[in-house]
């Protein structure tokens, strides 16, 4: 199976700041990657799909990059309603593996 | 809009079973692959299961294969979870996920005697 890290597993960071998560992957999957915001009590949401892509109604703020092994999701400008989870996600395989997550909060 | 309902946990002792159910509408249920994931009390999310758009491919977490299956009703358009010998590390909100776009709100499953 593939394994996902992921680090930081908490930061953080103050409103405005620039906030960036690592996810490698531990072998390479192209491009096949999502990103989700977890709130408390919620279900996943889904942010960034093929890596790079924005999916819709989601704020420019959010971004991601990268393939192959390494990806870096980054929020440009903090808000606080961006307090959540971030999981990193492979679908390169059938068998869809999750990183452990990066808990974000405000300073 | 997609609607993903599950239903069917609850509390069960462990070494029991129980059949988690998932009720979906605002798409053509029979051309998307459905998928399981869970997440234990205060834990990361983890892939459970997956099955294709006709039922014929299923796929599981080594953690529950032999224990869990899958299988889905287009006709009636629901998903299903079979899970069998049930352990305490099994308790979690069992989502069904379409596409790993649109996600149902989860069902609390807790094995614990």
């Known amino acids: 199976d593939i394994q996902m890290t992921q680090s930081p597993s908490s930061l953080s960071a103050s409103v405005g700041d620039r906030v960036t998560i690592t996810c490698q992957a531990s072998?390479?999957?192209?491009?096949?990657l999502n990103w989700y915001q977890q709130k408390p009590g919620k279900a996943p949401k889904l942010l960034i799909y093929?890596?790079?892509n924005l999916e819709t109604g989601v704020p420019s703020r959010f971004s991601g990059s990268g393939s192959g092994t390494d990806f870096t999701f980054t929020i440009s400008s903090l808000q606080p309603e961006d307090i959540a989870t971030y999981y990193c996600?492979?679908?390169?395989?059938?068998?869809?593996?999750f990183g452990p997550g990066t808990k974000v909060d405000i300073k | 809009e997609v609607q993903l309902v599950e239903s069917g946990g609850g509390l069960v002792q462990p070494g029991g079973s129980l059949r988690l159910s998932c009720s979906a509408s605002?798409?053509?249920?029979?051309?998307?692959?459905m998928h399981w994931v869970r997440q234990a009390p205060g834990k990361g999310l983890e892939y459970v299961s997956a099955?294709?758009?006709?039922?014929?491919?299923?796929y599981y977490a080594d953690s529950v294969k032999g224990r869990f299956t899958i299988s889905r009703d287009n006709s009636k358009n629901t998903l299903y979870l079979q899970m069998s010998s049930l352990r305490a590390e099994d308790t979690a909100v069992y989502y069904c996920?379409?596409?790993?776009?649109?996600w149902g709100q989860g069902t609390l499953v807790t094995v614990s005697s």
């Open positions: 072998q390479d999957i192209s491009n096949y």
């Open positions: 099955i294709s758009s006709n039922g014929g491919s299923t």
């Open positions: 996920v379409k596409g790993l776009g649109d």
């Open positions: 605002g798409f053509t249920f029979s051309s998307y692959a």
């Open positions: 996600q492979q679908y390169d395989n059938p068998l869809f593996t």
């Open positions: 093929d890596a790079s």
